[in-house]
């Protein structure tokens, strides 16, 4: 089945009145299940590729579909609750909510999808003692690592089964040994739960271990 | 979850959150002792003034206040005096009658106001008798017997013991004069008023004018000043007479109404200035904190909240470091309140004097009236959310990849 599908995508920024062309033509369909690492040098359109595959963004031109809709002309509030619903984001800054603990931020989306709040503790906590982080539950983001951080913000996005879970380069800022766990639990989560992944990354262990590539250069995509 | 979002977001910037909750504090503080004081005094100064002439209501003729007149009085029977003894709230009641004439003394003359009571009942409505600065007042059953503003006895160079013939224009119109003995003399607090006024017997005074059994007033004294409206309204309904009429004390004394008016409504101006200041105080700092959040904001805006949520949040933060800084401002402002009531301020100098040209004892007073805390608690809660609307507005139209992107 067809999770998301871009038609002739073209994203141009205005960059103090000089237009950018971010993405120049765009076309990919991602299929549910699939793994898919974007590669690509610095500034050749993956975060906004995602932006936009995430309804973060809207294009300039072509089309998104969105398990078969198109999601071009939806309204902010619209998008807003595709993002709840349908989506898991994983930045590369981990972005967690620094007031709150590991369950705390893990929580916090569901709690948003108004999810009472004794079946979210045993939601997060059994996900948590899934991927092996059981131990972070009640760590604010200050006190762990940034692998661990990042793999609390890899469950916080897939704990409400979404549909596509989008990652911009999510091991960017760790070591390789921690970049290699990381990857470990996402292709884990990807055969175990079949969870959709599209991220991007020009590390190359991440690029050797993607099931399927995409090349992007200069806002097209190479291969 | 976006309160517990809200608690542990005040508690990670101590020193701004704290910034705010002072300006709370200050703010409710000063304006509870302010608005304390200036209630308090106030009641004060009514209440004596009223306790210590006018009474806190008058039954008089319809018309008299506007244009007295010895004809526009009325009598006193039976039925009015147990009317009056049996309206709840009613705890004393004193008849007078008011009129102008020529006091002399061998040589001196002087105009006079005449100022006609019974002593007995009029203890029970107000103390001037109380200033008996010479000799002594008459008593219920003496005639022809007066009581003399201090200043009056002086200008008519007149001794305590003297005699003095009065001479007033009576009921019917006719001239009337008999001869009173000085049996003592009142501090009256107003110059104008003790260099001119006479009091005597309402016996005494109903004899000389002619006036058999009428009266030009009744006033009256309530237990609790804040059911004045309730015992006048039932007062009226038990009278029952059109040509009557029920005064309260500030239809009796309108400039000090005004006056008290006047610097009350100038103490409000100066608390909303005080207001104004603390608003922009908290916009400021709630601005600072939403600013410095953005980034923040952009991921959950990403996860899918919805933009007004996160509005919400900006006002519960605002809104439990205000109610917080209000608990505080409310009980500091109750002790320090309550502790002026207890120690009044005392004036001296000029204020002191100023006070006592207006009847008023010199002091301020405060006040624990519960609206009092309410109006100000209200109204800081007004501002707060007020000087929320612009910081919540900009996170409201926060677009979630310019917040992830804004550092
Ligand atoms: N908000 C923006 N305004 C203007 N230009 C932008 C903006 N975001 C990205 N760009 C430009 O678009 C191009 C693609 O950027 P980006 O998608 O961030 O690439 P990558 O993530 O692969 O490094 C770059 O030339 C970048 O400078
Ligand atoms: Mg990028």
Known sequence: MEIVKTENLVKIYQDN???????????????????????????????????????????????????????????????????????????QAYNLIPVLSAIENIEFSMMLLGIPEKERKEKALSLMDELGIKELADKRPNEMSGGQQQ??????????????????EPTANLDSVTAGHL????????????????????????????????????????? | MLLKLAWRNIWRNKRRSLLTLAAVVF???????????????????????????????????????????????FIVDQSMISSLQNTKGILGFAPRLYADGLISYKNESRGTAIFAIDPDK?????????????????????????????????NLKAKIGDNVI??????DGTLGNQKYKIVGTVKLGVQGMEAATVFMGIKSAQSLLGMGNRVNAIAIKVHNINQLKKVKKSLIQVIHDPNLSVLLWNNVNPGLQ???????????IFLGILFVIVAFGILNTVLMSVTERFREFGVVLSIGMPQIKLTYLV??????????????????????????????????????????????????QSSTDFKIFLYVSLAIILISLFACIYPAHKVYKLEPLKGIRHT
Not at chain 2, 59 to 72: A, M, V
Not at chain 2, 122 to 135: A, C, Y
């Open chain 1, 17 to 91: 009145g000089v237009p950018v062309e971010a993405l120049k033509m765009i076309n990919l369909s991602v299929s549910k299940g699939e793994y898919v690492v974007i590669a690509g040098p610095s500034g050749s359109g993956k975060t906004t590729l995602l932006n936009l595959l995430g309804a973060l963004d809207k294009p300039t031109k072509g089309k998104i579909y969105f398990e078969g809709e198109d999601i071009t002309l939806k309204e902010k509030s619209d998008l807003a609750k595709i993002r709840l619903h349908k989506l898991g984001f994983i930045f």
């Open chain 1, 151 to 168: 793999r609390v913000a890899v469950t916080r996005a897939i704990v409400n089964n979404p549909s596509l879970v989008l990652a911009d």
């Open chain 1, 183 to 223: 990857l470990d639990l996402m292709e884990r989560m990807n055969a175990e739960k079949n969870i959709t992944f599209i991220f991007s990354s020009h590390d190359r262990q991440v690029i050797d271990r993607a099931k399927r590539l995409i090349i992007l250069k200069d806002g097209l995509i190479e291969s």
């Open chain 2, 27 to 73: 703010a409710s503080l000063m304006a509870i002792a302010m608005r304390g004081i200036q209630l308090g005094t106030f009641a004060l100064n009514i209440k004596t003034v009223v306790e210590l002439f006018s009474g806190y209501m008058q039954i008089q003729e319809n018309g008299y206040h506007d244009n007295p007149s010895l004809n526009k009085s």
């Open chain 2, 122 to 154: 009029e203890s029970l409505v107000t103390n001037f008798m109380q200033n008996v600065d010479r000799g002594k007042f008459f008593t219920s059953d003496s005639s022809h017997e007066v009581v003399l503003g201090s200043q009056l006895l002086e």
């Open chain 2, 166 to 171: 009065i001479l007033a224009q009576g009921f």
């Open chain 2, 258 to 268: 005004q006056m008290l008016e006047f610097s009350s409504v100038r103490g409000i």
């Open chain 2, 315 to 364: 006002y519960i933060e605002t809104l439990l470091l205000t109610l917080f800084g209000l608990l505080l401002g409310n009980l500091l402002g109750f002790v320090l309140n309550s502790y002026i009531v207890d120690h009044p301020i005392m004036f001296g100098g000029e204020m002191k004097k100023m006070y006592e040209s207006y009847h008023f004892l010199p002091q301020a």
